[in-house]
């Protein structure tokens, strides 16, 4: 048995925020923030929109891509740190409801950053049992839970969502090979957001609080991690890294992603980066760039492709995987035919 992803999805807001925007507020410049990040604009919701809003649509987006009907689905899971409730009802709900996914159990998962890929591989383990389609969705509201006076934080976050569907293949050889999913809980006072349960006398409420991180300590735990998680992968396979075809990684930084190419001594084009327009979308991040690879057919059938995800708890892990979906389809309103990492990618060799 094969588990294959057959469609992919993508939603950003129409809103899109610069860095000179949030240089008329903050004390800090677009080339600053370029110079240090890859990052030139984001995407914020509207008040109207929300993190299950944002996953209906790259749902919908990824059900017509795999030509699957809601009604087919099995599971959803949507991966995110930032949903709807404080705790209840899960975003999942929201969403099985949304689509008229009756058929469909559903819950969400928090893994931050990495979110998208723990969801990957639970999805797998659950289709060995019920290999009914299932629908995997990371979907944040960024811009709700950063403090906007903050130049080290604010800068870096967007909106996104991002989905796929997956489905299992009793003959086909391919799909998803491997993974690896692992966590550091000692660094988990480097990314945090206050605002639980921990600490609360009996029935006070619980109260909203931004998010608070460490920069330079989570960059370096970012490069060391996904060096490491992108060579066992490869090694636990028997390839190396001239067999990928493409990388898809957490869109956190582009400086992260430029340390691990000099690290690996590894080509940069194989990193396909779409931060520059749309920023950290946690755990969204790599399911909008995925989706923008596909349409820009930088991921193509057969295609051996690596993702990785690193970020709060500390978490991190990587799916290693044969390409098998959907590539004909045209590109959606989330992500325009031109290709966002060439621009990138020729800019940061530039530099």
């Not at 349960?197 to 109260?207: E, H, K, N, S």
């Amino acid at each position: 048995m094969v588990v294959h992803i057959t469609g992919t999805g993508s939603y950003l807001p129409e809103r899109v925020v610069t860095n000179a925007e949030l240089a008329a507020t903050l004390d800090t410049s677009d080339e600053w923030i370029y110079s240090h990040t890859g990052i030139r604009s984001r995407h914020i919701g509207a008040d109207d929109e929300s993190t299950s809003s944002m996953a209906v649509n790259a749902a919908r987006a990824a059900l017509a891509s795999a030509d699957v009907e809601p009604e087919d689905l099995g599971l959803i899971i949507v991966a995110t740190s930032t949903s709807d409730y404080q705790a209840f009802p899960s975003t999942a709900c929201l969403v099985q409801h949304e689509l008229g996914a009756m058929n469909a159990a559903c819950f969400d998962l928090q893994a931050a950053c990495t979110g998208f890929i723990y969801a990957l591989e639970t999805a797998r383990a659950i289709l060995c049992h019920n290999p009914r389609p299932a629908l995997i969705i990371g979907s944040e509201m960024m811009s709700r839970i950063v403090d906007w006076s903050d130049r080290n934080s604010c800068i870096l976050f967007g909106d996104a969502a991002g989905a796929v569907v997956l489905e299992v293949d009793q003959k086909e050889s391919g799909g998803i090979w491997h993974s690896i999913l692992k966590a550091d809980g000692s660094g988990s006072q480097l990314i945090m957001r206050e605002g639980g349960a921990r600490g609360l006398p009996g029935g006070m409420p619980l109260m909203q609080h931004t998010l608070q991180m460490k920069g330079r300590a989570v960059f370096n735990f970012a490069v060391k991690v996904f060096d490491d998680v992108l060579c066992r992968l490869l090694e636990r396979s028997g390839h190396t890294f001239d067999d990928l075809a493409c990388v898809v990684p957490h869109q956190a930084n582009a400086r992260i992603v430029e340390a691990v190419a000099r690290r690996m001594a590894v080509p940069l084009e194989k990193f396909y980066l779409n931060m520059e327009t749309t920023g950290n979308s946690s755990a969204a991040s790599i399911p909008v760039a995925l989706d923008a690879a596909v349409a820009a057919k930088k991921i193509k059938e057969g295609d051996l492709i690596a993702m990785v995800g690193f970020g709060a708890g500390l978490t991190y892990g990587g799916i290693l995987m044969n390409w098998h979906g959907r590539t004909e389809k045209p590109a959606s309103p989330a992500h325009p035919s031109r290709d966002p990492s060439t621009e990138t990618n020729a800019k940061l060799n530039k530099e």
